[in-house]
């Protein structure tokens, strides 16, 4: 997208661009998630990272999906906000020592990418409504359940961090 050009004049093009946004940061998540997973001491943290790294996979392959009845070919656009989360939970996990509080920095930043993916569904889905794309709105939605439901784990474990602190 040029600065001088405005590629974006409809709402069409809204809807491929924010495609392409959440494209990009959902494959950006799939580098990442790997570093987290390696980070991770408590095990059910762990295994909830890596159950999210298989799930974002099948997120990626929908988005392919998507792309494709839409008749457009899948490619990224770089969003500097995911690349910007990423690069905050990457530097404050670099300077914790201790495993516990490592832990609750990852889910932090976990939250923080779950909350950006749900941000971005919500909006993906009215526009593709709106478009009349009940096809593409149907797959952003599972991919959009998935983000809810990794969220609401991490809050469990998190709140169960804070009630192990205070027993
Ligand atoms: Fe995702
Ligand atoms: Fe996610």
Known sequence: MGFFSRDIKTMDDLFVHTLRDIYYA?????????????KASDTQL?????????????QVTR????????GQEPSGVDCPAIDGIIEEADDV?????????????????AQAVEHYEIT????????ARE??????AQLLQQNLEEEKAAD?????????RVNRQAA
């Not at 988005?63 to 839409?70: E, I, K, S, T, Y």
């Open 26 to 38: 959902e494959r950006q998540i799939l580098q990442a998630l790997p570093d987290m997973i390696e």
């Open 152 to 160: 609401k784990k991490l809050t469990a474990m998190a709140e169960s």
């Open 93 to 109: 996990a670099g300077e914790v020592d201790d495993s516990a509080v490592l832990d609750a920095a990852l889910i932090a930043a």
């Open 63 to 70: 988005l392919d999906q998507v792309f494709r009845l839409h």
């Open 46 to 58: 762990k295994q909830a990272l890596q159950a999210h790294l298989a799930e974002t996979r099948n």
């Open 131 to 136: 478009l009349g794309r009940n096809d593409c």
């Open 120 to 127: 971005r569904y919500g909006t993906l889905i009215a526009w």
